[in-house]
């Protein structure tokens, strides 16, 4: 008899279609989220899961479910994920990393820029009829080329960032838990390892692409952006509890900093009312690694991680404590 699995979301329908060539699937086509007490009752019965970030993987749910050998994060982030107790439980999981590295630093550059340029503010003002004129301060902003980048969690995305600024003539700036190989931060456009205080001070431009835990949750929060540029931007890619709302839509109402890009939020996909009240900045729903290639790419990454685990091999981005 073929394992049960749970797919959590909706799927690429191919990617559900290879799914059932191993496994009795029960699927959520229609994209519910389930609540906890559901995603629970869901998972009863089944040897694993394809799960997305919207899944809370913990003690908690693991308690209430038997037989679960493996659950497969369509992500590249497992935040949503506790490690320590699905250890604990005998569950494997996996997530996606290295297939959207290179789209979402497409993305980070697009939302940067945006901020920067004002792009969406821009957009808004024309379509509301507004234009009526050329003037020669409408829409002023940062420049992007020459300047300095500080990209805060250099992984392999953080390096993907980094390696598109040689086209644009710009220093580099990183901080990361620990610093890359000399021939890494080459290859990242001569990135120069540096304090999170230093790097803030001096960029021109922070861009967030750090893992988010307990040790980076609020990591930019008001002291943060009090030592930021007035003309700084600040963009975030990463997870959105590494931004404190409350003291960003502070920061931006006076101008403490210029503008930021905001592609994850703290609550998604609830947000902060007031950030909609603010024109100097650009929010976007989850959406860098939105490429239709990248999140197929994705999508069977998770599937094979779950086919391997449960069919007796070690699934190939299996995570560990
Ligand atoms: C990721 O892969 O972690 C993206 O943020 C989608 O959740």
Same mark, same amino acid.
């Given at each position: 008899m073929k394992p049960a699995i749970l797919v959590a979301r909706a799927v690429f329908p191919q990617v559900l279609e290879r799914l059932h060539q191993y496994f009795e699937v029960e699927s959520n086509q229609d994209d519910h989220i389930f609540t906890p007490a559901e995603l629970a009752s869901r998972?009863?019965?089944k040897q694993g899961a394809l799960t997305t970030a919207s899944a809370r993987i913990n003690e908690d749910l693991l308690q209430q479910v038997s037989g679960l050998k493996m659950v497969a994060n369509m992500a590249v982030g497992y935040d949503n994920i506790?490690?320590?107790a699905c250890h604990a439980h005998g569950v494997m999981a996996s997530n996606t &990393? /290295?297939?959207?590295?290179?789209?979402?630093?497409d993305f980070g550059w697009a939302l940067m820029m945006a901020a920067a340029r004002r792009i969406t503010e821009a957009e808004h003002w024309l379509r509301e009829g507004k234009w009526t004129k050329w003037r020669y301060d409408y829409f002023l902003? &940062? /420049?992007l080329h020459g300047a300095t980048l500080g990209i805060i969690g250099m992984g392999r995305i953080g390096q993907a960032i980094a390696r598109r600024s040689m086209g644009f003539n710009m220093k580099v700036l990183y901080h990361n838990r620990s610093r890359l190989s000399p021939e890494q931060e080459l290859a990242a456009n001569h990135a120069v390892y540096t304090g999170k205080e230093e790097l803030l001070r001096q960029a021109d431009h922070v861009i967030l692409v750090l893992?988010?835990?307990?040790?980076?949750?609020?990591a930019i929060?008001?002291?943060?952006l009090g030592m930021m540029k007035r003309t700084a931007t600040l963009t975030n890619l990463a997870r959105g509890g590494i931004v404190d709302d409350v003291a960003l839509i502070?920061?931006?109402k006076v101008k403490q900093i210029a503008s930021a890009g905001l592609d994850v939020f703290e609550n998604e996909p609830k947000f902060h009312p007031e950030f909609l009240t603010l024109d100097n900045v650009v929010l976007t729903p989850h959406i860098a690694s939105a490429s239709e290639k990248t999140r197929l790419a994705m999508a069977q990454c998770a599937a094979d991680n779950l086919i391997a685990g449960l069919t007796g091999d070690m699934p190939p981005n299996l995570l560990t404590l």
């Open positions: 998972l009863q019965g506790d490690l320590a &990393p /290295d297939v959207l590295n290179e789209t979402t630093a902003g &940062p /420049d893992p988010y835990s307990a040790a980076s949750h609020h929060g008001a002291a943060e502070a920061a931006l």
